[in-house]
């Protein structure tokens, strides 16, 4: 079983619509929890970083992370086209001393006109 | 957000040479850099961790002497791509983390082809 799962999509919505991406984890130690887009031949770029359970937003982008479930989600409102991209969940444990972020395998969302 | 720049973007190489990527840190001191391979619609895999001055850290089943990481500065990390073969034909991407806590940024991505 992998530590971070993600439905690897893909995911088709219109234009206008809210989208809802997922992750579940395994590792309780996660503390950190970020979101990343990346479009195709193109480096992540992050979105939302996280830190514990809550939820933060930023424009029309709502990310939630629900540590008792080992559950976090990202919401996007009024989706656009240029919004199609792959969307990455990543989480880190800092305080194991471990830096390097694990990743979801990500889900492809296309957005349509 | 914070810049990390890599460079170059795409490059092609022959069977057999050597390629270096770079890895910059435009706005922040990055006290650790993370690189990664990326396959066609796969996630990213960790290769390696560096630090500023001291040696990378590889992660399991990564041949440590065929891609040599050098973390020289705190705004420049290398990876060379020794001996390049067809298999090693990928795309990587760097990732810069400041001093105090806070996320990974990512560069642009390199886009290796060994012919």
């Known amino acids: 079983q992998k530590e971070v799962e993600q439905d690897p999509g893909p995911l088709s919505v219109p234009e206008g619509a809210i989208v809802s991406l997922n992750c579940t984890y395994s590792n309780s130690a996660f503390q950190y929890f970020m979101w990343y887009r990346q479009y195709s031949r193109k480096g992540p770029e992050l979105l939302m970083y996280t830190y514990s359970s809550g939820n933060k937003e930023d424009g029309r982008f709502t990310a939630q992370v629900d540590k008792s479930s080992k559950y976090i989600s990202l919401f996007i409102r009024d989706s656009q086209p240029s919004d199609s991209a792959t969307y990455l969940c990543a989480m880190s444990a800092e305080d194991t001393g471990r830096r390097a972020l694990t990743f979801g395998s990500g889900t492809r969302l296309q957005v349509q006109p | 957000g914070a810049v990390v720049s890599q460079h170059p973007s795409r490059v092609i190489c022959k069977s057999g040479t050597s390629v270096k990527i770079e890895c910059r840190s435009l706005?922040?001191?990055?006290?650790?850099m993370f690189w990664y391979r990326q396959f066609p619609k796969q996630s990213l895999m960790l290769m390696a961790t560096s630090n500023e001055g001291s040696k990378a850290t590889y992660e399991q089943g990564v041949e440590k002497d065929k891609f040599l990481i050098n973390h020289a500065s705190l705004t420049l990390s290398t990876l060379t791509v020794t001996s390049a073969h067809p298999e090693d034909s990928s795309f990587y991407i760097c990732s810069a983390r400041d001093q105090v806590r806070g996320p990974p940024f990512f560069g642009q991505g390199t886009r290796l082809t060994v012919v």
């Open positions: 706005d922040f001191q990055a006290t650790t």
